[in-house]
């Protein structure tokens, strides 16, 4: 059932419902998911950002690359928000109608959307129809190998939260592998695969083993130098860049 935002539907999960613009603020580090996703979006491509929220990793984009970018959004607060960045985001889903008139992208942007989907393979066939014959997906999904989720297994514990890896709004759950898995499968061939480091966390902020670590200046470049060294273990996000096959 579609509502104007999917996040009615993690309420009953969280004390509260979640905040809507809980993701926005994003910054252009490279070692994070919009700077990696900047990164992978060529020069003045023509851009179709889906699931663009309050446009905060759209403006990046446009603002690092170039692009000539359109959003899709279904939560009307987020749109808002994005449209006063100057993006032009258009309210609604991601489906046959709403493409039917947009021409053809050079890349199509799933930024932390395809988690959030019961049916995702069914996006990224769809994302097809809107590429040109080069075009690309570029897309960032959680890690549910996670180390902080791997613990939390272990002690019996799989609790949703507000937002990060565990947000309550997330309906599908992917590892490195099952991310392959699901971009083979639909069409597309994997030109990079990435992982952030996830600096900011709660789990860094709350957990005891990172106590002695508290300084930003101390704990950021351990946690980046761990993400490089085993990236499924300290992974963040899975980011991706594939090509039509």
């Avoid at 990696?36 to 990046?60: E, F, H, W, Y």
């Avoid at 002690?155 to 590892?175: E, K, S, V």
Wanted: aromatic fraction near 8%; glycine fraction near 6%; charged fraction near 20%.
């Amino acid at each position: 059932m579609k509502t104007p935002s999917p996040d009615r539907h993690a309420a009953d999960f969280l004390e509260v419902c979640p905040d809507p613009l809980r993701y926005d603020g994003q910054t252009n580090d490279p070692a994070e998911s919009a700077g990696m996703i900047a990164a992978l979006v060529q020069p003045n491509a023509r851009v179709l950002d889906v699931g663009c929220g309050t446009g905060s990793i759209s403006k990046i984009i446009v603002e690092t690359t170039g692009a000539q970018l359109t959003g899709i959004e279904p939560d009307p607060q987020r749109v808002a928000v994005a449209r006063s960045r100057g993006i032009n985001a258009l309210q609604g889903f991601f489906d046959a109608k709403t493409i039917e008139n947009l021409g053809k992208f050079d890349v199509v942007v799933f930024a932390d959307v395809l988690e959030h989907l019961p049916d995702p393979a069914t996006a990224l066939r769809l994302a097809h129809h809107v590429l040109k014959p080069d075009g690309a997906v570029v897309a960032s999904i959680p890690n549910i190998a996670h180390w902080s989720v791997r613990l939390d297994l272990l002690c019996g514990r799989f609790d949703y939260q507000p937002y990060g890896i565990m947000d309550a709004t997330h309906l599908r759950w992917f590892t490195e592998k099952s991310v392959r898995a699901l971009f083979e499968t639909t069409g597309y061939q994997i030109e990079s695969l990435r992982h952030t480091a996830g600096v900011l966390l709660p789990v860094y902020y709350e957990h005891f083993l990172w106590r002695y670590f508290r300084p930003r200046r101390c704990r950021n470049p351990l946690i980046r130098l761990l993400t490089k060294a085993m990236p499924r273990l300290f992974g963040c996000q899975h980011v991706i860049r594939a090509s039509q096959k």
